[in-house]
């Protein structure tokens, strides 16, 4: 009997304070949840012979916080904590293909981090000679983000060499040295990405952006056409569906409006293809 | 053969009647049902990521076993003063001593394997359903095992060493840890503070005892082999020849100077 009596006044003191505890935890926000990463000297060092589980440890920390940021589309999320996530992850297992995709994912675009990410990306590719993937964004942000072509047919064609099914490569790397059309160059791109990932949340987010770029592309054509016809660009986008080109304008899959920016004849968006809040 | 080592087989039978290998079986199941788990958060390497987690918790086990059955082989029979009546047959100490070490490393073996056969048959499910960018090397699935093993047997090793003067099972349990924590620490620390930046920040006098440390200690990290089994990367034949070298050199010298301190040792 008493030992019964034990058992209940147990179950008493646990069931409830877990199930406060859990949803206190899980009201806590998404950053307190990500923590405070050491350094990486102290968590190579305290590592022992589970340096490349850590590894994987701290890249999963890092796609979750993600994940559930990308529920939370008001909110920023700390980029610069998921980049040295991402950068401790790669140093303790440089073979770490995981952390090099999702870090290429969503710290260049949302980030604006190309340059810290080929940093990164230039050590896997050192590591990672048989792996086409490195070299290929590295290509890409050279190409898109830091408009280093040379750099850029550089990777690219190491990236045709290591993998040559990808057929497109070699047109691609010819169109990079006469700095083609950009926007072709980030949807074939993204596509390579989304074909190659298996984490749903990614997928989600790079589906997004292949939207926004197609309906990017599309109005870029009608831009086009529309200044055949006329002989000037459009003052705003509508002018597009007023002059009978366009039925109506695609939505923004990130909730923004296209725009047509006149300073530089580019088709943006008041998204500006990101979560609300990360920078360009 | 087994015969001719009777200590080592009671030893050995020892260990089977805590139902080790039961335990193990337990372990295993448990492994294999979580690690699709674990691979399932990967974004492009599934089976990478598979094989981290499995191969990590294997070391890890093996590290249990001989921290938990090895520490108390030794100190048990002080304690319980079994050691009295095994002075009467006509057996060395240091015979004893040894034998108790082949048991556990029989012991070792055996888990070893279970875990391995297991973890391996886990780990081809998931390649078949998940192929990597590189096939992997099941030859460096070998490598890493045996290696795994010979890790054990030098950490058994030097376990037996610290049984040979201690009376509990606490005190080698502890040393053999720290050991452990120190022999996979050693050669990071030697390599970064042979790197420029290393010489620059660390003491003349911490430099020299970082050196005498990584000679004293064992190098646990030249036993592991886990990244060339995860990225099926090649294994240097010269490297797997010296490290096998290292571990059975390490492994005499510490039984040789267990063997000993146990001679001498005074048991009244």
Not at chain 1, 61 to 69: C, E, L, N, T
Not at chain 2, 80 to 108: C, D, F, H, M, Q
Request: proline share 5%; hydrophobic share 50%; charged share 20%.
């Amino acid at each position: 009997m008493k030992r019964l009596l034990c058992l209940v006044v147990g179950l008493l003191l646990l069931v409830p304070s877990l199930l406060s505890l859990t949803a206190l935890r899980k009201a806590a926000p998404p950053p307190e949840r990500l923590g405070v990463k050491p350094s990486f000297e102290a968590t190579y060092f305290t590592s022992l012979e589970y340096r490349y589980l850590l590894s994987e440890l701290l890249f999963y920390d890092a796609v979750f916080y993600y994940g559930s940021m990308l529920e939370r589309p008001k909110e920023r999320p700390d980029y610069w904590m998921i980049a040295k996530y991402i950068d401790s992850a790669t140093r303790l297992n440089a073979y770490n293909i995981d952390a090099y995709y999702f870090g290429q994912a969503v710290l260049t675009w949302d980030a604006g981090m190309a340059k810290d990410m080929n940093v990164i990306l230039e050590r896997g590719a050192q590591r990672r000679t048989w792996d086409f993937y490195l070299p290929f964004f590295l290509g890409f942000n050279y190409a898109y983000f830091l408009q280093d072509y040379q750099k850029a047919a550089h990777y690219m064609e190491l990236s045709a060499k290591l993998n040559p099914r990808m057929t497109f490569l070699p047109n691609y790397v010819g169109r990079l040295y006469y700095e083609a059309n950009k926007t072709e160059q980030a949807i074939q791109y993204l596509k390579v990405i989304y074909e190659g990932t298996f984490n749903q949340a990614v997928r989600k987010g790079l589906l997004m952006r292949i939207s926004a770029l197609e309906s990017i592309q599309f109005l870029e054509g009608a831009v086009q056409k529309f200044e055949k016809q006329t002989g000037h660009p459009p003052a705003e986008l509508n002018e597009l569906v007023r002059a009978g080109i366009l039925k109506k304008l695609p939505p923004d899959p990130y909730g923004g409006t296209f725009y047509y920016d006149r300073s530089d004849g580019r088709i943006k968006t008041t998204s500006k293809m990101a979560l609300q809040g990360a920078e360009q | 053969m087994l015969e001719r080592f009777p200590l080592a087989l009671a030893t050995f039978k020892g260990g089977m009647r805590d139902r080790l290998l039961l335990g193990l079986c337990v372990i295993s199941l448990i492994l294999l049902c979580t690690m699709p788990l674990f691979g399932t958060f990967s974004m492009r390497d599934v089976t990478g990521a598979a094989t981290t987690y499995s191969l990590s918790a294997v070391s890890a086990i093996g590290v249990l076993l001989v921290i938990l059955i090895g520490a108390a082989l030794i100190p048990r029979d002080i304690q319980s003063r079994t050691i009295y009546s095994i002075a009467t047959l006509p057996v060395s100490r240091t015979r004893y001593l040894l034998e108790k070490y082949l048991g556990l490393a029989l012991l070792l073996v055996c888990s070893l394997g279970v875990l391995g056969f297991l973890n391996l048959a886990g780990i081809w499910f998931i390649a078949a359903g998940h192929p990597p960018d590189k096939p992997l090397l099941w030859g460096n699935y070998l490598v890493y095992l045996f290696f795994d093993l010979e890790k054990l047997l030098v950490l058994s090793s030097v376990l037996v060493f610290f049984s040979a003067f201690a009376t509990s099972s606490f005190l080698p349990m502890v040393l053999t840890l720290a050991v452990y924590a120190v022999g996979l620490t050693t050669e990071k620390v030697k390599l970064f503070i042979e790197t420029a930046a290393g010489a620059k920040h660390v003491a003349p006098a911490l430099r020299e005892a970082v050196q005498v440390i990584y000679y004293l200690f064992p190098n646990l990290s030249a036993f592991d082999f886990k990244v060339q089994m995860i990225y099926a990367l090649p294994v240097d034949p010269k490297v797997l020849l010296f490290t096998f070298l290292y571990g059975i050199g390490y492994i005499v010298i510490m039984l040789s100077l267990a063997a000993a301190a146990f001679s001498r040792r005074d048991f009244v």
